[in-house]
């Protein structure tokens, strides 16, 4: 997260373009799988790269 912590200095609160994926997974009982989020929400499983 330093890169993107590190580019926010910069450019405020502009949107950015980041690289990321997520995926959707659906089981045999068309069932689609959520990831509980630390903020309590949930969302699709997927990764963000601001390692870079």
Not at 16 to 31: A, C, F, Q, R, Y
Request: glycine letters at 14%.
């Amino acid at each position: 997260m330093a890169y993107y912590e590190d580019l926010r200095k910069h450019v405020g609160s502009a949107p950015l373009i980041l690289p990321g994926s997520v995926v959707i997974m659906v089981n045999d009982k068309n069932e689609i799988l959520l990831q509980h989020r630390k903020d309590g929400g949930w969302g699709l499983p997927g990764l963000f790269d601001g390692a870079r």
